[in-house]
């Protein structure tokens, strides 16, 4: 099943991250990407906060929609999702400070671990990109 955009309160999900940490983490990235949207955040599926929206069709012929910029607080490590290549973004990338990556997503444990210009950046150009 695809995830799709919901109408559930983002304000009560990020209420809900636990622990008290991973949640202040979480209210700071919800806010860092909003400034960078422009846009109130939507649940996406029950734990993805997602802006925006972007239509992808792969070459296999699958499609969707998908947020455009999002994460999610995951146990292991904030989430990130980004719905552009991460190939062209490496210089930003290599500022950014502790992360994992995978496909179209990084992996981010502490906010504090973190560049918050590069984040900007690497935001501002994910959401340019789609």
Known sequence: MATTAT???VDAFLESVAPEGRR???KQLC??????AQLP???????????????YRYASGREGDICRIGFSPRKAANVIYLACDLAPLEAILARLGKHERG???????????????????????AWAAT
């Open 7 to 9: 109408e559930s309160s």
């Open 24 to 26: 202040d983490d979480a």
């Open 31 to 36: 806010a860092i990407m909003a400034d960078v």
């Open 41 to 55: 955040p939507a649940m996406w599926g029950s734990a993805i906060i997602g802006f925006g929206s972007h239509h």
């Open 103 to 125: 496909a179209g997503c990084l992996y981010i444990k502490k906010l504090k671990d973190i560049d918050r210009t590069a984040l900007g950046e690497l935001l501002n150009a």
